[in-house]
């Protein structure tokens, strides 16, 4: 997540990215789920903007990093994240990722979540150039680039496929990171479309004024009674 292809790099450019989505979204609770080797739910769903954006901050390599990045952990974490919610309530998930994966059993996942009507909106933080992958010693400073057995130089680039499988098969939706806010605004109007659904599908309950039967009713009475 240090590639430097997305500015100044994947992670920090992710985070920034999140921020802003979450500034913008009017969802009813966010949460924060992070994984690479294995998934933790880094801040449970809330409603408290502030305690999501203080543990997003917290986030870093050391946080996530366990050599490999397993889809399957992460979305098994998201399936208990939502689990116990009702059928109707909108389930929604952002991932953020560079596509690569070495889980396994992933179809099977993706096959529950699309069961329970969550959809994944997945969100790639990386190109298909790629860049190298930066070594950095115990003071953060770099120490060149990380290297495979055969001593060059290792490449770490966007694998889209996996990403857009994912959004297919849960009706998502696959956003590629840009340089501006569009893939923001993107992900924005996607969330935007089911609340305005949720809303618009509400049923209310009005009451019906009846009382001018008993008006009616009550002046007949004193008409017969002026009649007699």
Not at 195 to 224: P, S
Request: glycine content about 6%.
């Amino acid at each position: 997540m240090l590639a430097q292809d997305c500015t100044p790099h994947r992670l920090a450019c992710a985070k920034q990215k999140i921020k802003r989505l979450v500034d913008m979204l009017e969802a009813e609770r966010v949460g924060l789920l992070v994984f690479s080797g294995a998934a933790v739910m880094q801040c449970p769903l809330t409603t408290d903007r502030q305690a999501f954006a203080m543990f997003l901050d917290a986030l870093s390599v050391e946080t996530i990093s366990s050599g490999s990045t397993s889809y399957t952990a992460a979305l098994e974490k998201l399936l208990e994240a939502f689990s116990g919610f009702a059928p109707e309530r909108t389930k929604l998930a952002i991932l953020c990722t560079d596509g690569e994966d070495f889980s396994s059993n992933l179809a099977s996942v993706q096959a529950k979540l699309a069961g329970e009507k969550i959809r994944v909106c997945t969100f790639a933080i990386a190109t298909e150039e790629g860049a190298p992958v930066p070594l950095y010693d115990q003071n953060h400073r770099q120490q060149g680039f990380q290297k495979d057995e055969q001593g060059r130089v290792v490449v770490s680039k966007l694998n889209k496929n996996i990403m857009q499988q994912i959004a297919r098969d849960t009706n998502g939706m696959y956003v590629a990171v840009s340089s501006d806010d569009s893939d923001v605004g993107q992900i924005k109007t996607w969330v935007s479309s089911f609340e305005k659904a949720r809303w618009d599908e509400r049923e209310v309950n009005r009451l019906q004024e009846k009382y001018y039967y008993y008006t009616g009713f009550a002046w007949l009475l004193l008409l017969a009674e002026w009649l007699l």
